[in-house]
């Protein structure tokens, strides 16, 4: 079993940047790919970005593509999300995810969910 808390969320200007960490617990976190998720008040929660085990494969929303960056820190059981030129519109909250399954972008595949972390952009 994995369990996941989400941190480095906070309050940023448009075109500005965060880092997203996500520490996990539980001995077998490299065998597990990881996502990450974000959604809005009374929306779906919609796929970003996500890595394999080993972090040499990654998967992008299109959206993301070329200013978000997924990587993983095996020895510290922790997955990152470095987000870049952040609009008003990326205000979520942003979550992680472990799948046994590999990487993938649906809510559905995934095994564990963190609780959330709040991004806000403001304009």
């Known amino acids: 079993q994995v369990q996941l808390v989400e941190s480095g969320g906070g309050l940023v200007q448009a075109g500005g940047s965060l880092r997203l960490s996500c520490a996990a617990s539980g001995r077998t976190f490299s065998w597990y790919a990881m996502g990450w998720f974000r959604q809005a008040p009374g929306k779906e929660r919609d796929f970003v970005a996500a890595?394999?085990?080993?972090?040499?494969?990654?998967k992008y929303a299109d959206s993301v593509k070329g200013r978000f960056t997924i990587s993983r820190d095996n020895a510290k059981k922790t997955v990152y999300l470095l987000m870049n030129s952040l609009k008003p519109e990326e205000t979520d909250v942003y979550y992680c995810a472990a799948a046994s399954s590999g990487v993938r972008d649906g809510v559905h595949e995934y095994d564990y969910w963190g609780q959330g972390t709040q991004v806000t952009v403001s304009s």
């Open positions: 890595t394999n085990w080993s972090g040499g494969s990654t």
